[in-house]
C-alpha cells in the first residue's frame, strides 16, 4: 500500500475517533483522536520528506506537490490550535479537509519534472511555506464557521450565549470569535507570503509585481480578510446586533475560502492564465 493511501486511511480513522469522542466525550477518546490526528500529519509530513528527496527541490513546483503540502500544513495548523483552544468536533471536519486535500493530490499528475531556474531559489520556499501555513488557518476558519452556522440555530433561545442545549455544551463560550482569532493568525503568514513573492518576482523576472492573474487573484484575497479582520469594528456603527453579526461574519469566511480555493487551484484551469509562470500547469 502506498504511503499516500496510508495516510488517507489514518486521516479517516481520525475524523471517526472525534466523532467518538464528541459523542461519548471520555477523557481517552481526547488524546486518541488528537493521538491518530498527529499520526496522519506524521505520515503526511513523511510523504513531504520523500518527494522533496526523490525531486531534489522542495515540494511545491507542482499542484500535487503543493496540495500534499497544504494538506500537511492544515493538520498542523489545526493541531496547534487543538492544544489551545480544545476544539474537539472541530477536528473531525479538519480531519475531513485535510483528506481530501490529499484526495485531491491523487487526481493530479505526480510525474516529477525538472524545475525552471527561476523556482531555484530559497525564496520558493519562505513564499510557498508562508502562503500555505496561511491557507491552512483560513481552511480551519472555514470549519469554525460552518459549524457556528450549522449549529447556532439548535442551540435554545436565551442559551445561545452559553451555546447549550439541554444543560449539554453544543458550542464552546465565543465560539464564534474562535474564527477571528485563527483568521489573525493565518494573515501574517498570508501577507508575508506576497511579500516574499514579490522580492522573489523582482529578483526572478525584474518586476515585483506584474499583475498577472495570481497576482491578482492573491491580492483580492489578503482584500477579503483584512475586510473581515476590521468588519468586526464596523458593524456595530451600523446597528447590527452581535448575533447577525457573527452570522454574517461566518458567512463572509466561506466566500473568502471560496476566494483562496479559486486563487489556489481554479486559476489552473482558465485559458486566460495559462500563461502565468505562476500556474502550475505551465511549469
Known amino acids: 500500500m502506498s504511503l499516500i493511501n496510508i ?3 489514518v486521516y479517516v480513522i481520525a475524523f471517526v475517533a472525534y466523532i467518538v469522542r464528541e459523542i461519548w466525550r471520555y477523557t481517552a477518546t481526547k488524546w486518541v483522536s488528537l493521538g491518530l490526528l498527529i499520526l496522519a500529519f506524521c505520515f503526511n509530513l513523511a510523504m513531504v520528506a520523500k518527494r522533496s528527496i526523490e525531486a531534489g ?8 506537490e503543493s496540495l500534499i503540502f497544504y494538506a500537511c500544513c492544515t493538520a498542523f495548523v489545526y493541531i496547534i490550535f487543538e492544544f489551545v483552544y480544545n476544539f474537539r468536533v472541530v477536528g473531525a471536519l479538519a480531519s475531513v479537509l485535510s483528506m481530501l486535500i490529499l484526495l485531491y493530490a491523487t487526481l493530479q499528475d505526480d510525474t516529477i519534472r525538472p524545475i525552471m531556474p527561476a523556482l531555484k531559489s530559497n525564496w520558493m520556499l519562505v513564499h510557498v511555506v508562508t502562503y500555505m501555513l496561511g491557507y491552512a488557518a483560513f481552511g480551519i476558519s472555514f470549519v469554525t464557521s460552518i459549524i457556528f452556522l450549522v449549529v447556532k440555530p439548535f442551540a435554545k433561545k436565551g442559551k445561545e450565549d452559553r451555546g ?4 449539554r455544551e453544543i458550542l464552546p463560550r465565543n465560539f464564534d470569535k474562535l474564527s477571528y482569532k485563527i483568521v489573525a493568525f493565518g494573515f501574517p503568514f498570508l501577507t508575508l507570503g506576497m511579500i516574499t513573492g514579490a522580492v522573489w518576482a523582482k529578483k526572478a523576472w525584474g518586476d515585483y509585481w506584474s499583475w498577472d492573474p495570481k497576482e491578482t487573484w492573491s491580492l483580492i484575497t489578503w482584500l477579503a480578510y483584512l475586510v473581515y479582520l476590521h468588519t468586526p469594528l464596523v458593524l456595530p456603527k451600523m446597528n447590527i446586533n452581535k448575533s447577525k453579526a457573527a452570522v454574517i461574519l461566518a458567512i463572509w469566511l466561506l466566500i473568502s475560502f471560496g476566494i483562496v480555493n479559486f486563487t489556489f487551484m481554479g486559476l489552473n484551469y482558465l485559458p486566460s492564465a495559462a500563461d502565468s509562470e505562476h500556474i502550475y500547469g505551465s511549469q
Not at 527541490?57 to 500535487?64: G, K, R
Open 164 to 167: 447549550t442545549e439541554e444543560g
Open 7 to 9: 495516510t488517507l486511511i
Open 57 to 64: 527541490h522542495p515540494p511545491f513546483s507542482n499542484l500535487y
